[in-house]
């Protein structure tokens, strides 16, 4: 069982370059989350979809930018990397509003040079 | 228990001990509580959660304890083992919300 798989695991960016962090789900869920850890704090909320073709701002959206492809995929794009985007990011998926909980990905760590 | 910033809480505890992690939750109109262990290098896995009209719920070897009065959940983790050594972090929503919200985390480390 995939569960959630996100590519690539690990990525550096000169300052402004852009790039998408990909992101599926193989468990019909029907909601995606983008999130991003920094040393030391939680997780924060940056993007999510409650359903295929829906997407909604979280907590900390700014320089950042989503698509929900289909059921299955969820990507983030960073259009103009900052070094305030250096950050592990991880996807989530639910069933229906975290019932159950969140089942993650392993993250992509991205540094910003 | 839970706290903003660089340095995570630390709890350690020796190998067949009981561990407690606390944490303190913001929204008093949170009604969805989960517990996450994080080891290093991974995603948050799912551990256990409660609704908030429960106050006590059983995992296997864990326990959450739901107290709304003083906003406060707990992990107990039963006959601590090496594999439970990780940060822990508690999350809230508001069912429905879609936007859950994470607890700063505590590093649990068992001292074999």
């Known amino acids: 069982n995939a569960g959630v798989t996100q590519t690539p695991k690990f990525q550096v960016l000169k300052t402004g370059q852009s790039m998408t962090l990909q992101c599926a789900q193989d468990?019909?869920?029907?909601?995606m989350y983008w999130y991003r850890q920094d040393p030391g704090m939680g997780l924060r909320l940056i993007y999510y979809?409650?359903?295929?073709?829906?997407?909604d701002k979280g907590e900390v959206p700014n320089g950042y930018n989503v698509s929900r492809l289909n059921k299955r995929e969820f990507s983030l794009r960073l259009e103009s990397a900052a070094p305030s985007q250096t950050s592990v990011y991880f996807c989530?998926?639910?069933?229906?509003?975290?019932?159950?909980?969140?089942?993650f990905g392993s993250g992509t760590r991205l540094t910003v040079v | 228990g839970e706290s903003v910033g660089l340095h995570l809480p630390t709890l350690s505890v020796q190998e067949g001990d009981n561990s407690i992690i606390n944490c303190a939750y913001s929204?008093?109109?949170?009604?969805?509580f989960i517990w996450y262990k994080q080891e290093s290098g991974k995603g948050p896995q799912f551990i256990i959660d409660?609704?908030?009209?429960?106050d006590k719920r059983q995992g296997q070897r864990v326990t959450v304890l739901l107290n709304k009065t003083v906003k406060h959940l707990s992990l107990q983790i039963a006959a601590t083992q090496p594999g439970d050594s990780a940060v822990y972090f508690c999350?809230?929503?508001?069912?429905?919300?879609?936007?859950?919200?994470f607890g700063a985390g505590t590093r649990l480390t068992v001292k074999p």
């Open positions: 989530a998926s639910s069933i229906y509003h975290a019932q159950g909980g969140y089942t």
């Open positions: 468990m019909n869920h029907n909601s």
């Open positions: 979809s409650a359903s295929e073709g829906t997407t």
């Open positions: 929204n008093s109109a949170s009604d969805y």
């Open positions: 409660i609704r908030s009209n429960m």
């Open positions: 999350a809230e929503e508001k069912y429905n919300n879609n936007d859950m919200r």
